[in-house]
């Protein structure tokens, strides 16, 4: 090994420095080093790295690897014991000392003892643990582990080739973290779509397309009074959970919050054919089924006598709409823009002055095949001709989430 040991250090550095930044992931990254030092006879059993990241949920990612078959990518919140665990792990050591810290489970089992991980990993059979301070060109310091179950453990030799390799793995994990948090970021702030085209350099103003889609407006009603009564604290408390009751209703049928603006959403579910069109109205409207239902859920767990109870106001139209970049040089905004959006954003008013839950156009009743649940027409402002409303049944019963003469035909059909 003495003299493979700068032969297998050189190929696995050769290999970050070339093929690795082609991966997805730094969990891809680390799985395929790790094989690649098995393969040079460095008894590598398990690696991981642990990396704090930016994101609004998570505080920290770890990519776990073993001989065994393990390929995990784990996530620490706040809300998991990942603090408690950071407190007494060597990962928190090597961040303080920025020394490897080397736990020799082997020779003598009772150093273990030390960190709650070199337990766990001791009594399922490994030998030699090392952890070891990696390095980014921000000056900021992550943390790559090593385990064996190998006899004899890392010797002298193996040790120097993580040693060897630790820097350029650290510049490949960071360029995958880079790409990560730009992702998060840009999903999290603009939606994954819009995210997607600034990562693809789709940027400047003035750039977009004309898309077919299901337009989503929703807001909270008596949300002025409540915001001129409740403490700033309170009144951001309220708008989470509504605006997450909101968020998961969205994305769990296929569609996309593009904006909050001040107590309102604005989601898109798009379509390009005839059928996607049924379709994408069909989720937009089971997605309004189940943001009520969220809110109810809400209402029935609260507790606290200063906040009411929440109600919204959906409407649901659909067209062509301009989805694109605009704003000023300096500030740039995607979007969703044009007469769609602004009946969409009419009718939505139109939900609250009537006290309707849902309302949906005239477009939307079209391309669901039925005109069930006719709640009038009303002038709106900004458009010449008065606007037809329907009240939707989105009762359980409603297996389409629109009306009863489309959902006992669909039954019909089935059987």
């Known amino acids: 090994m003495v003299l493979e040991a700068p032969l297998v250090a050189a190929d696995v550095v050769q290999w970050l420095y070339s093929d690795a930044s082609y991966l997805s992931d730094t969990l891809e990254v680390i799985s395929e080093m790790a094989v690649r030092l098995r393969e040079g006879h460095v008894p590598v059993d398990r690696a991981t790295t642990g990396i704090w990241v930016v994101h609004p949920n998570v505080r920290a990612e770890g990519s776990v690897w073993t001989s065994s078959g393990t390929r995990e990518l784990r996530l620490y919140t706040a809300e998991n014991s990942s603090d408690e665990d950071y407190q007494t792990s060597p990962i928190k050591r090597v961040h303080e000392t920025i020394k490897p810290v080397r736990v020799k489970l082997g020779e003598a089992p009772e150093t273990a003892e030390e960190f709650p991980i070199t337990v766990e990993l001791r009594d399922e059979g490994y030998t ?86 299901v337009v989503s407006f929703a807001d909270i009603r008596g949300f002025t009074r409540l915001s001129n009564t409740l403490p700033p604290d309170m009144i951001v408390s309220f708008l989470n959970k509504y605006f997450g009751a909101m968020t998961a209703a969205v994305e769990a049928h296929g569609g996309e919050v593009l904006k909050f603006i001040g107590d309102e959403v604005m989601a898109i ?44 106001g959906i409407a649901l139209h659909a067209g062509d709409v301009f989805y694109g970049n605009v704003g000023s040089e300096t500030r740039l905004d995607f979007t969703v823009v044009g007469p769609v959006v602004n009946l969409a954003a009419r009718i939505a008013e139109l939900a609250k002055d009537l006290h309707r839950e849902v309302l949906v156009s005239d477009a939307l ?39 009863p003469e489309s959902t006992a035909a669909l039954a019909r059909e089935a059987n």
């Open 269 to 312: 579910f798009p379509y390009e054919t005839e059928n996607e069109a049924r379709d994408a109205a069909r989720r937009a409207l089971l997605a309004a089924r189940e943001t009520l239902k969220r809110i109810e859920s809400i209402n029935t767990s609260n507790t606290c006598a200063v906040t009411p109870d929440l109600s919204v």
């Open 128 to 213: 030699d643990y090392i952890a070891l301070p990696m390095p980014f060109s921000d000056g900021s310091v992550k943390v790559v582990t090593f385990a064996s179950k190998a006899p004899a453990g890392f010797t002298k030799t193996h040790i120097g080739v993580f040693e060897s390799i630790v820097r350029p793995l650290g510049l490949v994990c960071e360029l995958k973290t880079l790409r990560r948090t730009a992702e998060t970021v840009l999903d999290t702030y603009v939606g994954r779509r819009a995210g997607s085209k600034v990562l693809d350099g789709t940027t400047r103003r003035g750039q977009g397309e004309t898309i077919k889609a």
């Open 365 to 403: 009743s079209d391309i669901m095949g039925c005109r069930s649940g006719l709640f009038g027409q009303y002038r709106v402002k900004g458009f010449d001709d008065p606007v037809s409303v329907y009240s939707p049944d989105l009762s359980d019963e409603s297996k389409l989430g629109y009306c």
